[in-house]
Nanobody, 129 residues
Framework: QVQLVESGGGSAQAGGSLSLSCSAS????????????VGWFRQAPGKEREYVGA???????NIADSVLGRAILSQDKDKHTLRLQINSLRPDDTGMYSC???????????????????WGQGTQVTVSS
């Protein structure tokens, strides 16, 4: 079982940057886990959960169009941590950010939340204009 803990949320001004971390109790030490993806999702009040981006253990990654060019995903496999940095923050980046762990689908990290098995509790991000 994988346990995930997010940190780094808080308040920020539009145009600024915010960095979030997701620490996992496991990060693909076994062969089977080489397909493990860790992803970030966010959910604004009254809206559906939205995919942000994900990284597979070997570094293969994808990022949602809504943050493309503004988001940076970086993983530290030794520390079992995936970081998400979002630059040029906008008010619509506000939401509860959660990281999740699952396996790749056809060689790529999935964008559907239902395919992820383990979830963290989430960390709130609020961007003011």
């Amino acid at each position: 079982q994988v346990q995930l803990v997010e940190s780094g949320g808080g308040s920020a001004q539009a145009g600024g940057s915010l960095s979030l971390s997701c620490s996992a109790s496991q990060y693909g030490e076994t062969y089977a886990d080489s397909r493990r993806c860790v992803g970030w999702f966010r959910q604004a009040p009254g809206k559906e959960r939205e995919y942000v981006g994900a990284v597979r253990r070997d570094g293969i990654r994808n990022i949602a169009d809504s943050v493309l060019g503004r988001a940076i995903l970086s993983q530290d496999k030794d520390k079992h941590t995936l970081r998400l940095q979002i630059n040029s923050l906008r008010p619509d980046d506000t939401g509860m950010y959660s990281c999740a762990s699952g396996q790749d689908v056809y060689g790529d990290c999935p964008r559907q939340s239902r395919t992820y098995i383990y979830w963290g509790q989430g960390t709130q991000v609020t961007v003011s204009s």
